[in-house]
């Protein structure tokens, strides 16, 4: 039975894409900081072990490790879970040092962090990362330079593992706009119902794993659903 580790899975992408994984046959140990909420994103699939904790605890990532021992195999770590940063987002000149310094723990040095620890069965089982990026890592967006600058830290975290660990594969996947509680926080008090589900972006990376293409960076939109439109790119 193939194994993922999914961070941040009580809601948005990381719950559509564990619930997908799952009804697929997968085993997964997932996580999300807050426990009743992680539950019931899980309540009713099989094989899935939930870990309330904070990515940026290194004794709850060493939590997720024990986790998959029983099984004794990785082949798949999706670093989903993600922090904002205060909203509105502030203008570089004005931002918060501590917040982004938080910023930087959740998006970039945690996600390290797991590779780093799971590292071992991952390569044993020719395995994937998968780090969440987003158009923001890419593109410059007023507002956007605190979330947007650790997001292109994580690309190139994940472009250099990619080089580094040829037995891996390795993937920055950037799922487009999602009409998440992420996405309110990034555009307070805006009606954000024409943005797609994260199940659409879920579907993509779920072909993106099927088809395994080589490592690099890749869009939800380079993997559209047979017959289904895409919306135009609005926001991060
Ligand atoms: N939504 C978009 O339009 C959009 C666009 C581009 C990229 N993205 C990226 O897509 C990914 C998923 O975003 P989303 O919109 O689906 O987010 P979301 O709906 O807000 O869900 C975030 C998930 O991560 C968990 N989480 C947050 N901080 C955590 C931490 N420190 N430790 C453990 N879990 C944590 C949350 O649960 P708790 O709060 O309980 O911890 C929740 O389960 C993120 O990497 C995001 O940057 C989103």
């Known amino acids: 039975m193939p194994t993922a580790v999914i961070t941040g899975a009580s809601q948005g992408l990381g ?15 997932v996580d999300a900081r807050h426990a009743a909420e992680l539950a019931a994103a899980v309540r009713g699939l099989t094989a ?37 940063g205060p909203s509105p987002q502030p203008v570089l000149r004005r931002y918060p040092l501590a917040e982004l310094g938080q910023v930087y723990q959740t998006n970039v040095l945690a996600p390290l962090a797991l ?27 007023p507002g956007w330079g605190g ?8 690309d190139q975290l994940t472009a250099v593992l990619a080089a580094e660990e040829p037995a891996l594969r390795c993937y920055a996947f950037d799922p487009g ?32 794993l099927g088809e395994r293409p080589p490592s690099g960076r890749y869009r939800a939109s380079d993997y559209p659903a047979a017959g289904l439109e895409q919306s135009p790119a609005v926001a991060r």
């Open 115 to 141: 590779i780093q620890l799971l590292g071992g069965p991952l390569t044993a089982a020719g395995g994937t990362v998968v780090n969440v990026s987003s158009d923001a890592a890419a593109d410059a967006y």
């Open 177 to 208: 706009d999602m009409r998440t509680a992420l996405h309110q926080q990034a555009f307070p008090g805006e009606d954000i119902s024409d943005r797609p589900e994260p199940e659409v972006a879920a579907a993509a990376l779920l072909r993106l």
């Open 48 to 84: 899935v072990t939930a870990i309330p904790g904070d990515v940026t605890d290194p004794a709850h990532r060493a939590r997720i490790a024990t986790a998959i021992s029983p099984a004794g195999r990785l082949d798949l770590l999706i670093n989903n879970a993600s922090r904002l």
């Open 15 to 29: 719950r559509a894409t564990a619930r997908a994984l799952a009804e697929r046959g997968w085993s997964l140990v």
């Open 147 to 154: 979330y947007g600058s650790a997001k292109a830290a994580l």
